[in-house]
């Protein structure tokens, strides 16, 4: 199991290598069927919300820049173990990026303190680092977090269920939309990443439009040129400008789940 510790902090992340044996693919595949919090959603209009996981900087400054210049705000999920520190996605974002972004008025929500693989860890050592990442966005000054997202997007049973109750939405990596019976607990969400990022966000437009439902919208860093985990500042600008020419109301996560009730 890979975790960044706060020890670290000044040298390079390395890139994550996921579980690829037999039982953790089973296990990815079955934990999406249990400890499952359904969703009840009736919307006026499509939503989608634009998020950033690990909150490379290039996120908090391009990225933020984006959403602000059409009045608009997104969700930044921080490690907080992973600050100041570089990466594969460029240079990670500090205490003072998440609190300049809180008082403009974004979401910073939670991504654990380390990046700690869920699926492989206890619940005890998932709800202690889960603890220690609150408790450094306290110091932020930043607020409570009240979204979550699993780094790599896996979680193990016993894990998915004590963070139901700490966290309105419990976010994943899965492809999917939010609408009636969505699993809360592990909701899905879709990449604007790689080659072919920009393409598969709209197709997820489309179809979160045709059936008037949320989508959440994930990336890592915004640059010129991005990581293989990013998009550019260009994708993300017409992604936007495509959401709201076709009647989305683009929301943060917190905002989209007080609006399905939570």
Known sequence: MQTFPAEEIGE????????????????????????????????????????????????????????????????YYFAAGLAGRDGPMGRFATGEHAARLHAAGHEIACHTFSHLDCGQSSAAETLADVDRNSAALATWGVGEPVSFAYPYGDVAG??????????????????GLIANGADLNQAPAVGIEGEDGEAVALDWLDKAHARNAWLILYTHDVAAEPSQWGCTIGTLERLVDGALVAGFDVVTVAEGARRIGL
Not at 18 to 23: E, F, G, H, M
Not at 163 to 169: E, N, Y
């Open 12 to 75: 390079k992340v390395d890139a994550y290598e996921p579980d690829v044996t037999l039982k953790g693919k089973l296990r990815r595949r079955l934990i999406r069927l249990a400890h499952r919090r359904p969703a009840k959603v009736k919307l006026e209009r499509p939503m989608v919300s634009f998020s950033f996981d690990d909150a490379p900087a290039t996120a908090c400054e391009a990225g933020a820049r984006v959403l602000e210049q059409r009045g608009l705000r997104g969700t």
């Open 158 to 175: 016993p894990a998915k269920t004590a963070l139901a109750s700490r966290f309105k939405t419990l976010r994943a990596l899965h492809h």
